[in-house]
């Protein structure tokens, strides 16, 4: 194997011994609220990442059955699921029309944490997709009408274009939603955390759903 420099070296032990006394004392509590706990590692994300601590690796299938995945932004959790919001029309919506299930993945490398999450896929309601659209920048909601999102461009000249074209659709009033701009809420089945541990002894803990509650199992790393 090539031995190139851009990849690191694994840790040595002396890493790893330096990594012990930085290591949290408290295990992962498997009677603990997944979206609860989720919601505190991301508070404490917010707080470390130097960006983008809601960004979340979305995977999707194609028609083929071949994964697809990419980063899209988290805009909401709750007990009901984790949103996010897209051009309908796009590969993952496309995809998500096809077969409306997915899996997430946060990664927060300043924690040394990340979590998965997999489910189904549901639609939000068209109040909830206005009243977000509402909340973003007014050249973000142009680019929604603007972009054909996943198909060819051309050049930067006609993308520019068609964002002038729609600016001037609009003037200077309300830019409403377009039809094919709307989000999705992954209902969790399961959800994994996965936290660094010393001598790549990781731990994860695993919250499966259960009828109304969640049952818990813990895995080797």
């Not at 944490?113 to 973000?140: C, H, K, L, M």
């Amino acid at each position: 194997m090539k031995d190139d420099a851009l990849i690191p070296h694994s840790p040595s032990e002396g890493d790893y011994v330096s990594q012990v006394t930085a290591a949290e004392p408290l295990p992962l509590l498997p009677e603990a609220d997944p979206i609860s706990l989720f919601e505190t590692w991301l508070k404490a994300a917010g707080e470390s990442e130097p960006n983008d601590a809601n960004a979340m690796a979305l995977a999707t299938v194609d028609a083929d059955g071949l994964p697809d995945v990419r980063m899209v932004l988290l805009k909401g959790v709750d007990a009901g699921g984790f949103v996010f919001f897209t051009n309908t029309q796009s590969a993952k919506g496309v995809e998500l029309a096809a077969n409306p299930k997915a899996a997430l993945l946060f990664h927060w490398k300043s924690l040394r944490r990340q979590v998965r999450v997999r489910g189904p896929i549901v639609p939000v309601t068209d109040a909830e997709a206005d009243a977000y659209f509402a909340t973003r920048a007014r050249p973000a909601q142009l680019g929604a009408w603007a972009s054909e999102q996943s198909r060819p461009l051309p050049d930067r000249f006609a993308l520019e274009k068609r964002v002038a074209e729609a600016g001037l659709r609009f003037g200077l009033g309300k830019v409403t939603r377009p039809p094919h701009w709307s989000g999705y809420r992954l209902v969790p089945a399961s959800l994994e955390f996965w936290r660094d541990r010393p001598f790549r002894l990781h731990e994860r803990l695993v919250f499966t759903r259960e009828g109304q509650g969640w049952g818990t199992s813990r895995l080797y790393p």
